[in-house]
């Protein structure tokens, strides 16, 4: 019984970690949802941020994200930006392409 326990055990923990941003750090696990491959968490070209005075306008077309599929515009506030370790723009959509869950950017000045 405790051989399966700590079995299920193992796979929630593993379930619950974040996976890894191509240069290797890791996602929150609140921002991301499934790998590297699959997953709602990813690096967005530089060309498709604008740095506004009260935070980032995302602007996305079908392949600038994986769960891309038509044009987006977003608005995210300077409070809502986590700071990017790696200095790229990392972009997480949870639970569809219309919803941002995490936007990560490299520090100012970076």
């Given at each position: 019984m405790r051989i399966v326990l700590a079995a299920?055990?193992?796979?929630?923990?593993a379930a619950a970690q974040a996976h890894h941003a191509p240069s290797g750090f890791a996602y929150d696990p609140y921002c991301c949802?499934?790998?590297?491959?699959?997953?709602?968490c990813q690096?967005?070209?530089s060309k498709?941020?604008?740095a506004l005075h009260e935070?980032?306008?995302?602007?996305?077309?079908?392949?600038?994200?994986?769960?891309v599929t038509r044009r987006h515009v977003f608005l995210i506030?300077?409070?809502?930006?986590?700071e990017s370790p790696d200095g790229a723009y990392?972009?997480?959509?949870?639970?569809?392409e219309d919803t941002v869950r995490c936007f990560y950017a490299p520090?100012?000045?970076f």
């Open positions: 299920i055990g193992m796979a929630f923990a949802n499934g790998d590297g491959e699959s997953g709602d690096s967005i070209s498709t941020v604008r935070g980032y306008e995302v602007t996305l077309l079908p392949g600038d994200h994986r769960l506030p300077q409070a809502q930006t986590k990392h972009l997480c959509l949870f639970p569809n520090p100012l000045g």
